[in-house]
């Protein structure tokens, strides 16, 4: 099966750290080897964030510092570029176009940032919609997908269910608020709506989650599973 896997960049490179970084180039060689065509999305995690930070006391504008965040997300990307080894394409793709051309020809592609004025949520999102993938995985720092931020409100519960349009509606207050931390971002939501993308988001801290939840759908994190889709992704049902 096709399957588009975002990788936020604070799980792919906490402080930089290699073994992190070899254990989702290994979960990406164990997906491909098992039959998936792959499209791995990273962010910038830490390093975007202190970049973004000093620009913004250099008074850089938005566009600016957002570009600066895309440089990292490309960085990140040839970091795991450089962990796969084989069996990727050789340089972060930077266009939807691009990318798909490395899927079709079997290679995994790994992308950072595309435009400013969004984040790799919406990236991964859009080379889902563009691949025409059966499966979108986030792997974040959040274990899914709650009724409210739960950094903020003491009552917010996590759910292991919902549809496309219960993500949005969830997403639209988190991602207006300020400092706010929505677990994908809202551009990402109208996304996965508007295609019907089967989507799970869970804890990347452990990169082997993220096969298990593509190889059997086993994970503890949350299904966005779009209304009338009652079957589970083929590969699921086949094995
Ligand atoms: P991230 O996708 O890592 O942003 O991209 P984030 O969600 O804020 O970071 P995490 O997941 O909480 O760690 C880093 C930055 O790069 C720019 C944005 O400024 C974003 O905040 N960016 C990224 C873009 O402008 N366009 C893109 O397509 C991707």
Redesign the pocket.
């Known amino acids: 099966m096709r399957v588009v896997v975002s990788i936020?960049?604070?799980v792919l490179a906490p402080g930089l750290d290699p073994e992190r970084v070899e254990g989702f180039a290994d979960a990406l060689h164990e997906l491909s080897d098992e039959g998936c065509e792959l499209g791995a999305v990273v962010?910038?995690?830490?390093v975007?964030?202190q970049y973004?930070q000093a620009a913004r006391e250099l008074s850089a504008n938005e566009f600016q510092?957002?570009?600066?965040?895309?440089g990292?997300?490309r960085l990140n990307a040839r970091l795991l570029i450089a962990a796969m080894g084989y069996g990727v394409q050789r340089t972060p793709a930077t266009t939807y176009e691009e990318a798909g051309e490395a899927v079709r020809r079997g290679d995994t592609t790994v992308m950072?940032?595309?435009?400013?004025?969004?984040?790799?949520?919406?990236?991964a999102a859009a080379l889902a919609e563009y691949v025409d993938a059966e499966l979108l995985v986030f792997a974040?720092?959040a274990d899914g997908v709650y009724t409210a931020d739960p950094e903020t409100d003491d009552g917010a519960e996590q759910l292991s269910q919902l549809t496309p349009a219960e993500l949005v509606d969830i997403i639209a207050p988190m991602d207006r608020g300020a400092g706010a931390?929505a677990p994908v971002?809202l551009l990402a939501a109208k996304l996965i709506e508007r295609s019907g993308l089967r989507t799970i988001v869970l804890d990347g801290t452990n990169p082997e989650a993220v096969v298990d939840a593509v190889l059997h759908g086993e994970h503890t994190g949350t299904d966005i599973v779009p209304t009338g889709d009652a079957n589970e992704p083929t590969y699921w049902t086949q094995r």
């Open positions: 936020g960049g604070s962010g910038g995690g830490s975007a964030r973004i510092l957002d570009e600066l965040g895309i990292v997300t950072g940032g595309v435009t400013p004025g969004q984040t790799t949520d919406a990236v974040t720092s931390s971002d």
